[in-house]
């Protein structure tokens, strides 16, 4: 075989050299223990539907991916959607920090003295995370919002041992519900969901007579999953502390430069979706789960992922960095570790810390701000068309909202197939995860989605619905 | 053709400030787009409750786009990764990572996409999803993959989960208690198990390095759920009892758990469908070419062979994996996404998987092809025990377990030794080689291995880096027989010295956020 420029020993005269060290004649002479019976042939193998099954050259390679993303189509503007994971702007900075080959090609910091930069970071994406959330304790990582909420549900358990309940809201995003359920499918334990009011946001009422001294923890997204502003949080929060429970938060970083920070909200533990802040959207992948707690030893022993520490080096004289804490984790712990999560999202965190050190504390706020006024903008527009209804629920929302179609006369899936005809892709359909609203759908607007973005939306609507 | 130079090697040493030292009072690093005048008449300012208004602005610091570049770029100059030089971390296959598939991944046909887009507009990708799904089928030698899992750890997750619902649908999970892991396994394996509900039981190796049969024997059981290896083991090598494993752990309804980690020593001689494994994952960011970035992001996809579950409700292992499968509707020529079904353990992750990953390895197996797969575990192969061959011969270093048997993706090496005559220990060692600009084995793994150096060079490295790497041993060894007490002052030519992890993890001085570090010093 020809040699390859990935695979620098693939030449006759290095595989010679290392077959004269071994003594053998052939390569075949370090594969014979594994039993015949379950050894490939070669044939066999190489007609398999493997790529193209021989090593083909980096042009061909391009031209077939190309050809085959040439097949996405292209829109006029980016989606209206959101639900967990928004189109924000990536500055150009944070690109290139992250294709720089010695944080990109690097493994977990395991030896510390060679990899300082690394850990510097990490630690800066911790600290930088805290400040936004007003937390004490940000972990390195999780996968992503959802999972991270799967692990605070698993970590109230522990934490208050005994108790099996949890407490969710009606308006949690039902994806992230779906892999709360998935986590907690080993335990025997009930998600108890509290309905909301007409403000679209939790009832408290509802929640005062479903909680209980069995209840572990109670969950409150915020802005909830339909985008409403959740007004009454530190009352929430209040509520579960009166019964022992944990309360847990779940945020929309960009919220932050408008909405209060969940450290001043009574949060024990946050979790979030780190994309916003310096990811693509990437057809979901990869995310940046965030996993926040209140500086309690007893939380922090439960907490999982990996821990970055500012230390000095054991003279004393430098500044050095150290991963802490690894007693909770599964390459020591093993069985009884807090968790088995091992590699994480330290490149996404990365690029979060890059976003935050460039937008800074104003930058942030302007963001929201923009965040705002575009959906503002839009809920004004949209309402003025005949039929479409922007105000289900009374309640203030940040940068998303449903649209009830149903006195259009037309089923979302007409009229965003139309949509679609036109370039323009609308908003998620929550016909399936929230029936009573009939056919809606909820509509997110970003920085990126611009008044022109929002006007050939409306425009395109209009004619949809005249049409 | 080939010579041997001692390495001189010193890392960047910027006593690089925390982001938060730097910068000043209104100072911006980005201009963030401001909504119009028409829009802000429109709207007529912002109304959010006063009790649930930021009253504080968040303690980030102001720093110019110039001054975050320099940050970074000083703090990456003291990281080391593949791209520096040999990082043969065992279990860890840190091979190269082809930047075409970057290029691929970070396409903006890709990055901009929304996961919950129409699947009319996203056919492209969901093409190469569905080659890469079928690509790593015929791989493993499985039936279904899920592309689903975020990582290793979160395919093992999913295999446990997937294991617990098959013994819920045959009725018989009050019996299903116990996962058995070999002593030799990588840490995530009995966390996984564990994270499943299940209790783990640990069979030993025996001094061939294969799973003690006898002792496995004896832990088999009516409640045995499964069993979770890796094949090659973390040892490097095969597993010469798999046929009788398999028989055993089958026999009593066990399913058969694969962790891919080290399916890089067996491509094209073997698959773990052939060797009668139910479930294996898959690791993206080891065997496919994908960047550990630090810690990841990865891709673990689960594969399975599509045995019955339930004959009654013909019920599929298939049906159980997590997340949206893509299919192919021949009719339409048009791809779409299925799932999670009704007897699916759901959702691991809120959306897809880890597109950026799975892009890339999709880039590296398109561009190898079977035969070029074939290839990266032939010289992969080659690597190992050529590193096996020449470290054998270095005073203070054996290799324990099935000592005459050829390793496979990687060899662990032991400095027990080295340790007992010299008192420089596998630590001082791996101190030793970062000094010479090389990155350490991965360290005291695995724990049946006193003093381990666990040792995978991948297909990747150069003969000449693994020559040097081997003399670099050679005169740590030299130094520990004759000077130990220097080997305690390794390294000094990395970006700082040994690092105080007593300090780092002591209640009173731990660190772990700037606010917390200022808080203790304040007092």
Known sequence: MNPHPWIPNSTDEYCKVIMEELGIRSIDELFQDIPGKFRIKRDEWDNLEIGFKEPISEYEAWRFIDESLSMNKKLKTIPFLGGGVYPHYVPAVVKHILMRGEFLTSYTPYQAEISVGLMQALFEYQSLMAELLDMDIVNASMYDWGSATGEAFLMSLRVKRGRRKIIIPHTMNPFHRRVAETYLYPHDVSLVEVGVTEKGTVNISELEEKIDGETAAVYLQNPNFLGFIEEYAVEIGEIAHKHGALFIMGVYPISLGLLEAPGKLGADIVVGEGQPLGLYPSFGGPLLGIFAIRNDRKLLRQMPGRLIGLTTTKDGKERAFAMILQTREQHIRREKATSNICTNEALSAIASAVYLSLLGPDGLKKLAETNYYHAHYAEKKLSSLEGVETRIYSGEFFNEFPVRFDHTGREYYEIHRRLLEKGIHGGIYLGNSYPELGESALYAFTEMHTRRDIDLLVEALKDVLNG | ?523
């Not at chain 2, 929304?114 to 009319?120: F, G, I, K, R, W």
């Not at chain 2, 040892?235 to 046929?243: K, P, R, S, V």
């Not at chain 2, 291995?449 to 790497?469: G, P, Q």
């Not at chain 2, 130094?479 to 000094?492: C, F, G, Q, S, V």
């Open chain 2, 1 to 523: 053709m080939r010579g041997v130079c001692i390495v001189v090697f010193r890392q960047a040493k910027w006593s690089e400030p925390l982001i938060f030292e730097i910068g000043g009072d209104g100072r911006i690093g980005h201009i963030v787009p401001e909504p119009g005048e028409e829009v802000r008449r429109i709207v007529d300012g912002i109304n959010i409750p006063e009790k649930i208004k930021r009253k504080k602005p968040p303690r980030l610091p102001r720093v110019s786009e110039v001054e975050v570049v320099r940050h970074y770029t000083r703090l990456t100059q003291m990281s080391y990764g593949v791209d520096n030089g040999p990082v043969p971390l065992g279990s860890c296959t840190m091979k190269y990572n082809p930047r075409i598939g970057f290029e691929a991944a970070y396409d903006p046909r890709i990055t901009w996409l929304h996961p919950l887009q129409d699947e009319d507009t996203v056919q492209g990708l969901l093409k190469l999803l569905y080659l890469l799904q079928k690509w790593l089928a015929n791989i493993t030698g499985m039936d279904k993959c899920t592309l689903h899992p975020a990582a290793g750890a979160h395919g093992e997750l999913t295999g446990m989960l997937v294991t617990r619902k098959y013994h819920d649908l045959r009725g018989q999970l009050n019996v299903k208690k116990e996962i058995i892991v070999p002593d030799s396994a990588h840490g995530t394996n009995p966390a996984s198990a564990s994270m499943a509900g299940f209790t783990v039981v640990e069979v030993p190796s025996g001094s061939d390095g294969n799973i003690d049969v006898e002792a496995l024997k004896t832990v088999v059981s009516e409640k045995t759920a499964g069993l979770m290896i890796t094949n090659p083991s973390t040892l490097g090598l095969f597993e010469e009892n798999i046929a009788e494993i398999e028989e055993l752990i089958h026999s009593v309804d066990g399913l058969l758990y694969y962790d891919g980690a080290n399916l890089n020593g067996i491509m094209g001689y073997t698959r773990p469908g052939d060797m009668g494994f139910d479930i294996a994952h898959i690791n993206i960011h080891k065997t496919f070419g994908s960047p550990h970035g630090g810690g990841g992001p990865g891709a673990g996809p689960v594969c399975v062979k599509d045995r019955v579950v339930n004959e009654d409700k013909s019920i599929r292992l298939g049906d159980l994996l997590p997340g949206y499968i893509v299919e192919y509707d021949e009719d339409n020529d048009k791809y779409y996404l299925l799932g999670p079904g009704k007897h699916s353990i759901g959702l691991l992750k809120a959306f897809f998987g880890n597109i950026g990953p799975l892009i890339w390895g999709f880039t590296y197996i398109l561009m190898l092809g079977a035969k070029g797969l074939r290839l990266v575990t032939e010289q992969a192969v080659l690597n190992t025990n050529y590193f096996a061959s020449k470290i054998r011969k270095v005073k203070g270093f054996s290799i324990p377990y099935g000592e005459n048997r050829p390793r496979k993706h990687e060899v662990v090496v032991s400095a027990e030794k080295l340790y007992e005559e010299t008192g420089v220990s596998a630590l001082d060692v791996a101190k030793g080689l970062l000094d010479a600009g090389f990155y350490a084995p991965t360290i005291y793994f695995p724990l049946i291995v006193r003093e381990a150096l666990m040792t995978e060079f991948t297909e990747s490295e150069t003969l000449e880096n693994i020559d040097k790497y081997v003399e670099r041993l050679r005169e740590i060894s030299e130094t520990a027989y004759t000077n130990p007490e220097e080997a305690r002052k390794w390294p000094i030519n990395t970006s700082v010295g040994r690092i105080d992890e007593v300090k780092a993890n002591h209640p009173k001085t731990m660190a772990p956020t700037w606010r917390i570090y200022l808080e203790k010093t304040r007092k």
